[in-house]
């Protein structure tokens, strides 16, 4: 078994060293301790995506996520869904990472956050991710005046990937209602595959 100890350790490093081990060393069965939640989330999501049956053991002030490869199974690729095949001709990925926007007025600025999340889903089916990274995350929240809004979009096949360091600054992991706690190696790699990304 291939164990890694990734506390410590800052997003997205936990899931990259996963990643390195499973294309370097092809492990049946591997572990990989982490020591916060984001971390946790995010190294279990990406042992599923690569065809491994995932559990999580507490460990104290550590979790141990340990993967055994489903024999027989062909990994997918992480950051793109089967739903993302539903979507238009075009992918376009916008990342949000303010909950206001524009500078000037704050309240102006959440009256134009709103009126933007409300009206994104006039971009149909090319509409192909959200990421909210930043202060952008406390718009998945409870309490979040677009939150009916960004389920209503994960209902209709967009996937929406919010910063799980974001929500860990803020202390709002637990708060999160909508979307897949990610990390960088999603975004980037979501940046790469994305025919256009819009930054607001």
């Known amino acids: ?28 069965v591997m572990a990989i301790l982490v020591d916060n939640e984001a971390a946790k989330q995010n190294v279990s999501r990406y042992l599923t995506s690569q065809s491994y049956r995932v559990e999580v053991e507490n460990q104290g002030n550590a979790f141990k996520v340990t993967g055994t490869k489903d024999a027989g199974a062909i990994p997918a690729d992480h950051a793109v869904p089967a739903s993302a095949e539903t979507h238009g001709s075009s992918k376009i990925m916008v990342m949000i990472a303010t909950d206001r926007l524009g500078y000037g007025d704050d309240a102006l600025g959440l009256k134009l956050m709103v009126s933007f999340i409300k009206t994104i889903k006039e971009m149909g089916p090319d509409l192909w991710r959200l990421v909210l990274v930043n202060n952008g995350a406390k718009l998945t929240i409870a309490g979040s005046p677009v939150l009916d809004d960004l389920k209503a979009l994960a209902a209709n096949h967009v996937h929406i990937l919010v910063c799980g360091t974001c929500l860990t600054h803020f202390n709002l992991l637990d708060q999160k209602q909508v979307g897949d706690t990610t990390n960088m190696l999603d975004i980037v790699t979501a940046m790469q595959l994305a025919d256009k990304v819009i930054n607001i």
């Open 1 to 28: 078994m291939k164990e890694i100890d990734a506390r410590n350790l800052s997003c997205p490093a936990p899931v990259l060293a996963a990643k390195q081990a499973i294309e370097s060393e092809h492990p049946a």
